[in-house]
């Protein structure tokens, strides 16, 4: 073995143990970047073959070209009789190499092999990188911060490196150098340009795998984190349950004096966290959703998917949160719209709808065949001639000592009292445009149709 040879096989080695990729892979790259820098050499459209012994180091470059009686293409294909010369038990149709002088590559065709060398070392890098990260997505990844471009963090997790985008990061991250970082693995990419591992400290999911790595019973699946909403850098709100009666899920998070959600909230670098048990009861989760505030009650509407929640007046301002934050996320936990009112402010809509009620039973009782009580159970639906105008007739004839005939009467009565009122402009009252809400919504004027008897309070 020379020197030379010896010296190309040292190189292999070492780069395959500082770049952890295989030896082959390294050969074949390099067999074939000889071949490309040969044709771009040659300018020619003959079939090349390089090939590096494994023991010498030695590299070999061939024509292949097949034995025909009769040369129609010379760029791949040799007569027999010049085939015989080099191989004398050759016979026509065989595939032959012949060798050909590695000296006649120059220095710009040897440039030109060292870049495929080095583009198939990256995408040998890129491949060893995607095979031992893409299995780990939505992991927590540990890593130290290499350096920070535009905002970008580019971090170094050992077997590759990854960026920490601005938009991913939370508005309390602040990183330099050398600093150690764990995040939430979100994407490992293979074929696209640019980084391959892509990380977040801002998704909601980071609060659940940093929780799984303190709390042993979520790990274990004894307690599971049924939802988790945030706004990094603000406040997190996670709500969870326990498959286990003895285990309380809440203090399994909180652990003794605070411990294991302290350890979240320092990596979070002080981000709130509100750890909610989970219910099917709507009532109850809507209630715990609020939390640090204390609700009154809640006031159900299902057929819209909302709810009122009444809270004592000095409890206001912490129900609703900074700028709506509370309020905001306690709604994305449960799912349900949330309205938050203070005790007076209810009481004030209450005894506003009182009035509206007593009015258009005033409105209702003029009408022919139409009782104080008709009147008052008309108003369950509608508060107004104009949509008592639009109403059911089949809902009105279906009250008591009604039929097909007077709900018609009393239908054709409300248009033609509403078309009056519509003629002499009657703008003294603009809230009377509406219909009941119910008592469980009673300032929500664009439900004209709600059925107060449908609604559950709490």
């Known amino acids: 073995m020379n020197e030379n040879t010896s010296e190309m096989l040292q190189i292999i080695d070492q780069l395959g143990r500082d770049r952890g990729i295989d030896r082959e892979v390294l050969i074949e790259a390099i067999e074939a970047s000889v071949v490309h820098a040969a044709r771009k050499h040659l300018g020619s459209s003959e079939t090349l073959e390089a090939h590096l012994n494994r023991e010498t180091g030695k590299i070999e470059l061939y024509t292949l070209k097949?034995?025909?009686?009769?040369?129609?293409?010379?760029?791949?294909?040799?007569?027999?009789?010049?085939?015989?010369?080099?191989?004398?038990?050759?016979?026509?149709?065989?595939?032959?190499?012949?060798?050909?002088?590695?000296?006649?590559?120059?220095?710009?065709?040897?440039?030109?092999?060292?870049?495929?060398?080095?583009?198939?070392?990256?995408?040998?890098?890129?491949?060893?990188?995607?095979?031992?990260?893409?299995?780990?997505?939505?992991?927590?990844?540990?890593?130290?911060?290499?350096?920070?471009?535009?905002?970008?963090?580019?971090?170094?997790?050992?077997?590759?490196?990854?960026?920490?985008?601005?938009?991913?990061?939370?508005?309390?991250?602040?990183?330099?150098?050398?600093?150690?970082?764990?995040?939430?693995?979100?994407?490992?990419?293979k074929d696209k340009p640019g980084p391959q591992l892509w990380l977040s400290r801002s998704n909601p999911l980071l609060i659940k795998k940093l929780f799984e790595n303190e709390v042993p019973e979520i790990y274990d699946g004894i307690v599971e984190i049924k939802e988790c909403v945030r706004e990094p850098g603000g406040r997190s709100k996670i709500c969870v349950v326990s498959h286990d009666y003895n285990v309380d899920p809440v203090g399994a998070c909180v652990g003794v004096k605070g411990a294991r959600v302290q350890s979240v909230v320092r990596e979070l670098r002080g981000e709130n966290i509100d750890i909610i048990p989970w219910t099917e009861e709507p009532v109850i989760f809507i209630s715990q959703a609020l939390s640090p505030a204390q609700v009154s009650r809640v006031e159900l509407n299902p057929k819209t998917g909302s709810a009122i929640v009444v809270v004592n007046d000095d409890m206001l301002s912490l129900a609703i949160g900074k700028k709506g934050q509370n309020v905001r996320l306690a709604a994305k936990l449960t799912g349900w719209r949330l309205e938050i009112q203070s005790e007076t402010?209810?009481?004030?809509?209450?005894?506003?709808?009182?009035?509206?009620?007593?009015?258009?039973?005033?409105?209702?009782?003029?009408?022919?065949?139409?009782?104080?009580?008709?009147?008052?159970?008309?108003?369950?639906?509608?508060?107004?001639?104009?949509?008592?105008?639009?109403?059911?007739?089949?809902?009105?004839?279906?009250?008591?000592?009604?039929?097909?005939?007077?709900?018609?009467?009393?239908?054709?009565?409300?248009?033609?009292?509403?078309?009056?009122?519509?003629?002499?402009?009657n703008d003294n009252n603009p809230e009377d445009d509406e219909t009941v809400t119910g008592d469980v919504f009673p300032d929500d004027d664009e439900d004209d149709n709600a059925n107060g008897e449908d609604d559950a309070t709490v």
């Open 66 to 189: 097949t034995v025909v009686e009769t040369v129609g293409t010379p760029e791949r294909e040799i007569a027999l009789d010049k085939a015989k010369e080099i191989f004398a038990d050759v016979e026509p149709g065989e595939e032959i190499e012949i060798r050909r002088d590695f000296a006649e590559l120059g220095r710009i065709a040897a440039q030109s092999a060292k870049q495929v060398i080095m583009q198939r070392v990256r995408d040998a890098e890129r491949d060893i990188v995607f095979e031992h990260y893409h299995n780990r997505v939505n992991e927590l990844v540990n890593g130290i911060v290499m350096r920070i471009e535009r905002g970008n963090v580019y971090v170094d997790l050992g077997k590759g490196e990854a960026i920490l985008p601005r938009n991913e990061q939370s508005p309390r991250d602040h990183f330099h150098r050398g600093d150690r970082i764990r995040a939430l693995l979100i994407e490992v990419r």
């Open 345 to 425: 402010e209810m009481a004030r809509a209450r005894e506003i709808m009182r009035g509206k009620i007593e009015e258009a039973v005033l409105k209702f009782h003029r009408l022919d065949g139409v009782s104080e009580s008709i009147a008052r159970l008309l108003t369950e639906q509608y508060l107004n001639f104009s949509a008592l105008a639009e109403g059911s007739l089949r809902w009105i004839a279906g009250l008591p000592e009604q039929n097909d005939e007077s709900a018609a009467r009393i239908v054709a009565q409300a248009l033609v009292l509403a078309r009056e009122e519509e003629g002499y402009g």
